[in-house]
Every structure is written in structure tokens, then in C-alpha cells.
């Protein structure tokens, strides 16, 4: 008899994991459908439950971004980032948030905080130098593609952007190369930056 109550139990417990599981699973399955609204809602019921899941505020809060409710990703993001504060996928969203909103000052601050993180990604000093660079501080900016590109020498987009920057400051030979580099790591845009300034 007891075994039978341990055994339901144990069926119940199971099923409660894979219940919840599976509305995160929606939630999952709509944003990678495209149907962020339909996400949304799927990740509020999660957070009806667990309002502290940093994975479910993320993925909502990226899902408001979609559709182009940035109070609502920032919150999430916000949220998110205090119950899992080493995260560096929250930080980079909400850099690239705040670079998409031209706040270049906060995007670079998220972008420090990322790279502070032990085990960062190349992402991490690619968003740092993309800040740096709309701030008009060429020299760091340069310093982080570049370590970008070291941590990831298939970053094509760290090779554009770093190669823009050399050609904007008069370093047409070493910027050249660079795109050259992006073009070949499939960047479309570098074909046309080459046309114009590498021939």
C-alpha cells in the first residue's frame, strides 16, 4: 500500500515537472515560430508560478523585443539579470537593447559588466567595442574588436566593424585587409565598403 502512495507520488511530481516544463516548452516553441505574443503568454504562466525564473523573464523580455515593446524586454531583462546577476546572455540583451535605443552609455555598461564576467564570450568585447565606437573612443573601441577577433577569428562582423573604423581613421591599408577578411567570412556589406574605398 505504501508503495503504491510513493509510487503516485512520484507519478504526480513527474507529471508537475513535465507540466511546467512544457509551458516553458511552449512558450519556446512560439518564440521559435515567430508568434511572440502567443510566447509572452506562455512564459506569464511560468512566472504565474515562479515570478523569479531568470529564464522565463529572459526569453519573455526577448519576446517583447520582438515586437518592439523595449519598457517591457528592459523589465524582464532588469529582472532576469538580478536573479541570475553573472549571466552575460541577459547583459548582452540588454546592451544591444539600449544600442538599438541610442543610449550608447548604457549599452557599454552592460557590455563591461559582460566582460567582467569570467569565460565571457567574444560577443561580450564585440558589443563593448561597438559601444565604444558610437562613443567616439576609437582607440579602446579598436582594442576590443581586436580582442574580440582573438577570441574568435571567424568573427566576421568584428572584422567589418573594426575594419570601418581603421578606414574612418586613416588606416585605409590595415582596414582594407580587415574587409577583405569580413567578405570572406560571408559579411554581404563588405563587398560594397571594399568597392568603394579598397581598389
Known sequence: MSISIKKLGLVLLVFAMVSC????????????????????????NVLSTKPKDSNALYKRGRSYEEIGDFDNAEKDFLLALENDSKNTQIMLSLSSLYHKNKNHNRALLYAEYAVEVPGAPAMAYFMKARAL????????????????????????????NRGLLKIATDKKSSGCEDL??????????ASEVLAKYCN
Do not use: P, V
Not at 23 to 42: C, L, M, P, R, V
Open 180 to 189: 577583405r577578411i569580413a567578405e570572406k567570412l560571408n559579411i554581404e556589406a
Open 133 to 160: 565606437h558610437q562613443l567616439g573612443n576609437t582607440d579602446e573601441a579598436l582594442k576590443e574588436y581586436g580582442a574580440a577577433i582573438k577570441m574568435d577569428d571567424n568573427f566576421g562582423q568584428a572584422y567589418y
Open 21 to 44: 516544463g512544457e509551458t516553458s516548452n511552449d512558450g519556446d516553441a512560439y518564440y521559435n515560430a515567430g508568434k511572440f505574443e502567443e510566447a509572452i503568454k506562455a512564459y506569464d
